[in-house]
Every structure is written in C-alpha cells, then in structure tokens.
C-alpha cells in the first residue's frame, strides 16, 4: 500500500491540531506543507518556529504521522537567484528539521526574452547549488513537472546537466498529462528514475476549461498511474493536492480528503491485483 498524503493547500482555514487530526481520522499517514495557518513561509508558521518544532514532532509521533514533503514558491528560472534559492535553503534546514526527506521547487518558465539554454543553464545550476546544501542533512531537492517543465522533455534536458545525487523529481501526473498530452508511460520514461515523490489531482475539461474534481471523478488516468507505479516497484508517497486555497469553489476539505484515500485505496486494489 502506497503512503498517503495530502498538502495542505487542500484545508487553509484549518489549525494545525486540526490538520493533524483530520488525517488521522481520514486514513492518511502524512501531511505535506504548503502553507500553515495563513503563512506560506513555513519557517514563519507558528508550529515551526525554533520555540513549538519540538511540540509539533511530538503531536506528529504520537498520531503517527510524518511530514514527506515541505513545498516552496522558489522559482529557479528567476534572474533574482539568491532570494529564491534563500527560501529553499531554508526549506531545507526546516525539513532536516522535521524529518522529512523531500523539498519541492519549480523550474517554472521558460520566458521568450532569454535563449532557452540560459534559461535551462540556470535551473540546472540552482539545482545543483540547492543538492549541496542538501546534501550533509540528507534532504532531496525535488524539481516538480510544474508550469514550462510540465513538458517533461524540458525537465529531463535540465535533469541532464544535474548530476547531484540530492536532486530528484516531484511527478505532477496531472500537469505534463492535461497541458501538454503526455502518456503517462511517456512521462515516466522520460522521468521515471528521478521520480521521488507523486502529486495526483483530478480534472476535466468542459468549455474549453479545466475543471478540477474529486480524484476518480475526473477524466485523469488515476488507475493507469498507480499501475504504472506499481510496475515499476514504486516506493514514494502518492500525495493529493487539492488546491482549496487556490480555488476556493471546489469541494471542502471535509468531502475531498475522505474522497481521496477511499478512492486510491480501491484503485490501488486494482492496480496491483
């Protein structure tokens, strides 16, 4: 059974003690951070500053719960290098912290004022610079199939000038899927043995707009993924994020996050039997 998780875009009205409660209550084993009682900067959020981190790991334990992944707003294709690469240092320093193996970072755009390979020359060397500092506490660097990189065959040109062993991928399956029509099999060759950690979502398209649906009611191929997955032996976190905080007019928490595990778990029933 793969580890369930889901980033708390999904619930911004929620207080941590009720974060953790809930996932616990709705079958999950981890809570991904982005964003904690109204602060994006985890660093700043109250459960993570230097005087609650040793309270929140004890709430963590004692529910048996662990934190996979801390997700950044750090952009690398930016000409403001050091303040992006600041947040993910400290993203870095705080998931050393909590015991989590994962950060995540975007790539992000490839802008039309700037040759391509400048743009992708400079991803690449943040990513690099990102796995240093990872790399005595352990933390991966993951780059997510985000924005321009949701066309995999971007990111795999910049994974290829990265040869750090810190720096690994978050496979977004619905990104390179609905905006660029990748097979999912095509994705996960071009991606497949950097992949760390699997954020799932759900859509249709209706009107010429995407629109987003509890996971398994939208027309994402939820089972191919998790057979993909499975074929491949797949030992990472399949991690919901639904962006309540983002659209405010999909489904509450209370309705997806339950919707979430029941329906992976059956799915997962299929995808390996």
């Known amino acids: 059974m793969y580890r369930l998780a889901f980033t708390t875009l999904a619930c911004p009205a929620w207080s941590w003690d009720e974060v953790l409660d809930r996932a616990v209550e ?7 951070l982005r964003g904690v009682e109204g602060e994006m900067d985890l660093p700043r959020a109250r459960p993570f500053t230097p005087e609650n981190l040793a309270e929140t790991k004890r709430d963590l334990e004692a529910r048996g719960l662990s934190i996979p992944c801390l997700d ?3 952009r690398l294709h930016e000409r403001d290098t050091e303040s992006n690469l600041d947040e993910a240092r400290r993203a870095v320093d705080l998931a050393a912290k909590l015991d989590a193996p994962y950060i995540r970072v975007f790539g992000d755009k490839i ?3 700037e040759p391509r390979d400048v743009v992708l020359d400079r991803v690449a060397e943040g990513l690099t610079r990102l796995g240093e500092h990872a790399q005595p506490s352990g933390v991966q660097v993951l780059i997510e199939s985000h924005g321009d990189f949701a066309d995999t065959r971007s990111l795999a ?3 290829g000038r990265v040869a750090h062993p810190n720096v690994g991928v978050l496979w977004d399956v619905h990104h390179p899927w609905r905006f660029h029509g990748e097979p999912l099999e095509e994705t996960f ?3 497949g043995d950097r992949v760390a950690h699997t954020h799932l979502k759900d859509s249709r ?3 010429g707009e995407v629109r987003y649906n509890l996971v398994g009611e939208g027309e994402t191929p939820v089972l191919e993924c998790l057979q993909l997955l499975h074929r491949h032996e797949y030992t990472g976190w399949v991690s919901l994020e639904w962006e309540k905080k983002w659209h405010p007019e999909i489904e509450p928490p209370e309705v997806a996050l339950p919707a979430f595990t029941r329906v992976i778990r059956e799915l997962e029933r299929q995808a390996t039997s």
């Open 189 to 191: 060759e071009r991606l």
């Open 157 to 159: 040109e910049v994974l």
């Open 26 to 32: 709705y079958g999950y084993e981890g809570v991904e």
């Open 205 to 207: 398209l209706e009107d």
């Open 72 to 74: 950044t707003s750090c």
């Open 111 to 113: 802008p039309d004022d």
